[in-house]
């Protein structure tokens, strides 16, 4: 694939970025959704803390289940000397290994953390707990990484504290349909049958994992791409439970 082949790609999946709309989550209700899918496999906790909070505890322990996030994103922000010129870009960068580790759980330092997450496919679930009345939402993406911008918008879920924990579906953050990889299709000149059959996916599958997408679209480009989730609003606790279903 030729360098103009390449830009013309990068063009049209920024532009549709912007415009892709999240489908809405599954909504998990009140109900447990170990209840629906057994003991999970992996559960983070996301703690939110003050904008001011420095963070002490050791962090090179990669066997830790606790992230540290700003409670009050924009307050956060506002606190940071080069704000103006530079701001933060609160990130949770997610990645595929062979075990999950949080390799990364201070946001503190560099706007940043960072998840690996096991081999396997999963179910995902987020819920809001501490200080009712909270919401907190992350939004996924792709990101090309050799051009440091977001590439795709891959769904968005958000969580408020209420009375009872209300569980809601992330899994779709996990995967690209169809309409989603609209632009993407017309970009590379596909449809969306033959991304399937280049991925080796049966034909008649319906949605594509993200991270088999990444490594696919690195091998067209040249380009390197990762997945992460952009924080937009926080809470005290954001928990997440992985439940292993391939």
């Known amino acids: 694939m030729n360098a103009k082949a390449i830009a013309a790609i990068m063009a049209v999946l920024i532009l549709a970025s912007v415009a892709t709309v999240a489908l809405p989550v599954q ?38 289940h606790t992230m540290f996030v700003p409670e009050d994103v924009d307050g956060w922000l506002a606190l940071d000397p080069y704000f103006e010129h530079q701001p933060y870009d609160p990130k949770i960068w997610v990645n595929q290994g062979s075990e999950f580790a949080v390799m990364d759980p201070n946001m503190f330092d560099d706007g940043e953390c960072n998840l690996t997450i096991g081999a396997g496919r999963y179910e995902v679930y987020f819920v809001a707990l501490g200080k009712p009345g909270s919401t907190a939402t992350l939004q996924g993406w792709i990101y090309n990484v050799t051009a440091n911008e977001y590439l795709l918008k891959v769904g968005e879920v958000s969580v408020s504290h209420n009375k009872k924990p209300n569980w809601q579906s992330g899994t779709g953050m996990f995967y690209i349909s169809e309409s989603e990889a609209g632009p993407l299709l017309a970009a590379l000149g596909m449809t969306w049958a033959e991304l399937l059959a280049a991925l080796g996916y049966p034909p008649d599958a319906t949605q594509i994992w993200i991270f088999d997408l990444i490594t696919w679209l690195a091998t067209q480009t040249g380009y390197e791409y990762a997945y992460l989730w952009k924080l937009i609003g926080g809470c005290k606790h954001i928990q997440v439970r992985f439940y292993k279903v391939g």
Do not use: H, M, V
């Not at 170990?34 to 090179?60: H, M, R, V």
């Open 27 to 64: 909504g998990g209700g009140n109900n447990n959704p170990n209840k629906l899918w057994g003991a999970q496999t992996y559960l983070l906790n996301i703690l939110g803390k003050k904008s001011d909070w420095n963070g002490d505890p050791s962090y090179e322990s990669t066997d830790r």
